[in-house]
């Protein structure tokens, strides 16, 4: 496994001392597992400096335990520890899912996640920021674009290749891995993670593609790394087809395709829905 995502790592990204690299760490198995391998790869010895950021979407009793894993694990590996949260914001999961209407609440929390990790990850002045994101993550996001018939921003999805203003370009070195091999390397290499479950994750969308996925590898072994190939493999075509938008700065900071970003735009909205209670 560790070969592989080595591989992974020397495919996606290209690294020189004096760089930095932020990586998304929420403390469960897949964002430990590749702060563990990253941290182990890359360090002083070469120059290359590891961020761990974690964000605190303000659920209690869910977040505060993983952060403390996060924490003491930097902590052990002398890795710098960044830590944002929703309130910076004004608002936070816990008010927001009771409100969120039609909406799932992963929505809010997906847009409100990548927009402090992007803004944190350029503070540090990242020139990556690898996620956890597995082989069973990256191809139900495959999934979903595809019956959902939106092509350009399938043809968006990480790793990223092209470096857009404002926005640090993101790499996923266990895109390869499968889910539970992630979790069987924690549990043999004594990886501390939190395996609490998430009060809102049943009300996401994505549960549905999982269950696709799933019974498709149940019922043909290897169809989740046939999928991942085919789309590596058609994904030259989707950047001919589909090339990167040309991004504004938003007046938030973030980079966005129109002059107020997602973001701002969902802000507004929990803002309003809060008040409405």
Known sequence: MEKRVKKEIRRQIRVY????IAV???GGKDSMVALKMLSSVFGPRNGIEIHAVTIDEGIEGYRPPSVDIVRRFCSENSIPFHLRSFFELGVDMDRIAPVSG???????????????????ARKIGARYLATGHNLDDTVQSVM???????IERLARLGPHEKVQPGLVPRFL???T??????LLYALVSGTEFWDGECPYWKEALRNQYRDVVDELEERSPGSRFSILS???TLRPMLYSGFPPASLRICECGEPSVGGTCKSCQLLEDARRRIGNL
């Open 144 to 150: 979903m674009n595809f019956v959902r018939g939106d």
């Open 177 to 182: 891995i499968p889910e539970k091999e992630t």
């Open 173 to 175: 070195p266990l895109r």
């Open 102 to 120: 039609e909406s799932s609440p992963c929505t809010y929390c997906g847009v409100f996640r990548r927009r402090l990790m992007n803004d944190e």
């Open 230 to 232: 085919s789309y590596d």
């Open 24 to 26: 998304a760490v929420s």
């Open 17 to 20: 001392p004096g760089d930095k």
